[in-house]
């Protein structure tokens, strides 16, 4: 990993084959990814200009960036498909290894692979673990005082920078309680999530819990299991109340 040393942005030069698809046709394959981490939560992916296979049309001046500089906007054409604003060049950046690098906007292109798996929602952060234990602690759920979940045979569930998840199975939660409802959120180490609100208290508490019927590989220890937000509810575990954790879920 290298930071640059005239601002603090996180660069790091990825071995994997990363490939980017528009209208089912080839826009970006390189074997030379740069990982730019230009919020704190996750990278973005950069990628040789020379390793961009669609054409690129110049827009005019892009975004701003006071660590990146001033960027020019490029139209993704391939193949009788295009998308407007979809590239990004810093070509005068003050941070040299920007300057003969393409940014795709990850949600212009119809698909992202790492080597010859889809990803989804933006690039695996190389730094990011996950662990799913089975674990036999007592973990007891409430919402307004009403205990929704009780379970001794969790899942706990570890991921860098958040909190720790405990996943019920179905048959230790009062269903009868939950209401599915139509949100659904992908996550690219777990997967695609449903919801459920939770009605107690006399009233109903939105999205307080989800699962993942089809989690991926790294998560599948927790495929249908249910979990609530720690953030949102009371959460008992061998009897004691844990703090409600602050997170960007709270």
Known sequence: ???????????????????????????????????????PYYPAYYVPAEDVRAELVEDGPGKHSPSRGDATAYTVK???????GAALRY????????????????????????????????????????????????VRVEVDGVTVAESSSPRLLFETGLPVRYYLPKTHVR????????????CPYKGTAEYWSVRAGGKLHE?????????????RKVAGLVCFYSEKVDIFVDGVLQSRPTSPFA
């Not at 030069?13 to 981490?37: I, N, Q």
């Not at 391939?78 to 407007?84: N, S």
């Not at 989800?210 to 790294?218: K, R």
């Open 1 to 39: 990993m290298s930071t640059s040393r005239k601002t603090s942005v996180r660069i790091e030069e990825s071995g994997k084959r990363v490939r980017a698809y528009l209208g089912g046709h080839l826009v970006a394959d390189t074997v030379r990814p740069v990982l730019v981490w230009e919020i």
């Open 78 to 84: 391939v193949d009788g498909t295009e998308r407007p």
């Open 91 to 138: 070509t005068d950046s003050p941070i040299e290894e920007l300057r003969g690098l393409v940014r795709l906007e990850w949600d212009a292109m119809d698909a992202w692979f790492e080597e010859d798996e889809e990803v989804f929602v933006h690039p695996r952060d190389p730094y990011t673990r996950v662990d799913v234990l089975a674990a036999s602690r007592n």
């Open 175 to 186: 269903m009868d309680l939950l209401e599915h409802t139509d949100t659904v959120t992908r």
């Open 207 to 219: 999205d307080l819990a989800w699962s993942y019927p089809t989690p991926l590989d790294e998560s």
